[in-house]
């Protein structure tokens, strides 16, 4: 038991902020994504037998994430930060969050959008996208290709740019 | 322009705004996410135990008595950069109320909180008390490893809190609130790090007395 508490003390201390980055982006609500991360970690320590041999843990707790209630993180979360933190919190500017990708990316749909994330966000390939999504390979293609085709829609700059490039 | 170029223009453009995210921090210690998931789990197990025996009563009282129902986190949070909270108020299964306190600030949230929970409360800072408070007398039972809440008895009490460097803990049983007594509490605002003997101080920074309930103390 003390090794499977390293064990997932490491990997929450190196996956954690990775993980909220990517779920943020999704949501776009910083309390939120930290509740559903924790949630997300929560239930990962409670499966940790299952999740520590998953091909990518950190795939699994950001899908976890976009699939949870986070009814118990929010009922703690009534509480007040120290001061320090309060300016630390409101001096944060998150720009990247209100970019027209981005903001494009939240109005997919929610299986389009997972697959966009893990995808292109997480960097897997497809055959672990399609297990961390409990889907077969040729639906991953399928949401990503109608993932994109959506955003290049809302997005027509995406294009151009990448002519550009 | 196929999807493999379009992808790549996608995949740009969000590590663009997850590097954007370069300051924002997971604040959650991991002793604290496991203690969440040991404690769901304990819970999940009396639920179990209750359902397959019919022994509600048992499970419920087991609950009280569990000292692993408070947080067994051993962490340092400061040590792990976590984003510390002057306050934090907690339901906790056995329906006892735990705030778990570094400084007391934003007196009127934290009252703002505790009556929404259904405790009749008066939160202030010292010099500040409100003069339609009345004072009831008002031990303060400290707790000591072996106790349960049930064995200490009172309605309000010093409990402990392993969330070093903040052991600071108080506890307020609501079921054994008489009616028409309420809480009020007096926050210093002294920072963390004060000097704390789990066995026999009560903590600097948080003074409570009993007192009795009216719309002009506690708000109800």
């Known amino acids: ?165 | 322009v196929n999807d493999t170029r379009l992808a790549h223009a996608v995949r740009s453009g969000l590590a663009e705004a997850r590097d954007s995210l370069s300051t924002v921090h997971m604040a959650i210690p991991a002793s604290e996410i496991m203690a969440r998931a040991d404690e769901a789990r304990r819970h999940r197990r009396l639920g179990v135990l209750a359902g397959a025996g019919g022994l509600a009563a048992v499970a419920v009282a087991a609950s009280v008595a569990l000292p692993a129902s408070y947080p067994t986190a051993s962490d340092s949070a400061r040590g792990h950069g976590a984003h510390l909270a002057a306050w934090t108020v907690t339901q906790q299964a056995n329906g006892n109320i735990q705030i778990i306190y570094r400084e007391i600030r934003d007196a009127a949230g934290l009252q703002r909180v505790l009556r929404a929970d259904g405790v009749p409360a008066s939160v202030t800072f010292p010099g500040r008390e409100n003069p339609a408070c009345r004072n009831l007398p008002s031990p303060h039972p400290r707790w000591r490893p072996g106790l349960t809440p049930a064995q200490i008895g009172g309605p309000v009490y010093w409990g402990p809190h392993n969330d070093t460097p903040t052991p600071y803990a108080l506890i307020i049983r609501r079921a054994a609130l008489p009616s028409g007594v309420g809480v009020a509490l007096f926050g210093s605002g002294r920072d963390i790090g004060e000097p704390y003997d789990r066995l026999a101080g009560v903590p600097v920074g948080l003074g409570v007395n009993l007192v009795r309930a009216s719309s002009q103390c506690t708000g109800s």
Request: with cysteine; proline share 4%.
């Open chain 1, 1 to 165: 038991v003390d090794k499977d508490r390293l064990e997932f003390e490491e990997f929450y201390t190196a996956a954690r902020d990775h993980c909220l980055h990517v779920v943020l982006i999704s949501v776009g609500d910083r309390h939120l994504a930290d509740d559903l991360v924790a949630e997300a970690f929560t239930g990962a320590w409670a499966s940790w037998r299952k999740v520590r041999v998953h091909p990518a843990p950190h795939a699994w707790i950001v899908r976890t994430a976009l699939n949870l209630h986070v009814s118990w993180w929010r009922r703690r979360r009534r509480e007040v930060a120290l001061a320090s933190q309060d300016e630390a919190v409101a001096a944060s500017q998150y720009p990247g969050l209100d970019s027209s990708l981005v903001t494009a990316l939240r109005r997919l749909p929610a299986r389009q959008r997972e697959v966009i994330v893990l995808r292109l966000l997480l960097d897997l390939d497809t055959a672990t996208t399609a297990q961390t999504l409990g889907m077969p390979n040729g639906t991953v293609a399928s949401h990503l290709h109608r993932g994109l085709a959506a955003l290049r829609r809302e997005i027509p700059a995406l294009d151009y740019q990448e002519q550009i490039k």
